[in-house]
């Protein structure tokens, strides 16, 4: 069965401190990856994507993920947070190539930066 | 450029009610998916609409069922609600390609409380 496993629930920070929020997927077939995050009181919104090429990607506010084939890891880390990176980040996946662009979402991991 | 618009943002319900719940797409798509997040849960894929017709489907009973109208928007609709039907729906559109389709944008969801 296709699924993501995001391995950290809540994670608290300090400023300044690095952030690793780890993602696995079980999918039978090669997959586009996204991280998206979910900002207080806001919509989810899409902090970048991996479809194919350079398995280390970046996105907005200085996120950035690797794409490690081999262990069916995104992983999502970001050198420096800020107290502004409070949210909720969700690992999701879909099948590339498939009938219709359905995401399977983890359960995400809630990020509380104290400043 | 308006994004993915859902209406009404609130819903109150009793048991054995029916509700329609609306999307607008993000101006120029032609794809809408539904969601239902519950409570501390990623999203869950309920259903995806192209060309008017349902094209995929999730693991959700026959109670809930949807539309696309010509113009792309989308309504789902959910019969003989249940207490555990409560929960933030979520809309996202997207365009589709050839046989890609662009990454998926979120409205800010429906919050449905059965009662």
């Known amino acids: 069965a296709q699924s993501v496993s995001q391995h950290n629930h809540h994670v608290i920070l300090s400023e300044a401190a690095s952030l690793e929020l780890g993602c696995n997927y079980s999918?039978?077939?090669?997959?586009?990856l996204f991280w998206y995050v979910q900002y207080p009181g806001q919509h989810l919104q899409l902090l970048l994507k991996?479809?194919?090429?350079?398995?280390l990607v970046k996105g907005i506010k200085g996120f950035e993920a690797e794409f490690i084939k081999s262990k069916f890891s995104f992983n999502l880390r970001k050198p420096s947070v800020q107290w502004s990176d409070t949210a909720e980040y969700f690992c999701?996946?879909?099948?590339?190539?498939?009938?219709?662009?359905?995401?399977?979402f983890g359960t995400g991991t809630l990020l509380a930066v104290q400043p | 450029d308006a994004g993915v618009t859902q209406s009404p943002t609130h819903l109150i319900k009793t048991r054995g009610q029916q509700v329609t719940l609306r999307c607008s797409p993000k101006?120029?798509?032609?794809?809408v998916s539904w969601y239902q997040q519950a409570l501390g849960q990623g999203p869950q894929f309920i259903f995806q609409?192209?060309?008017?017709?349902?094209?995929q489907r999730g693991n959700f009973p026959d109670r809930f069922s949807g539309h696309q109208f010509p113009n792309y928007s989308s309504e789902l609709n959910v019969n003989a609600l249940l207490l555990g039907d409560s929960a933030l729906y979520l809309c996202?559109?997207?365009?589709?390609?050839?046989?890609?389709?662009?990454?998926?944008?979120f409205g800010q969801g429906t919050r449905l409380t059965v009662v």
């Open positions: 996202a559109s997207s365009l589709r390609q050839g046989v890609v389709y662009t990454e998926a944008f």
């Open positions: 999918y039978g077939g090669t997959v586009n």
């Open positions: 991996y479809f194919s090429g350079d398995p």
């Open positions: 999701a996946v879909n099948a590339k190539g498939g009938a219709t662009n359905k995401l399977i």
């Open positions: 101006s120029g798509h032609d794809t």
């Open positions: 609409y192209y060309e008017e017709e349902e094209r």
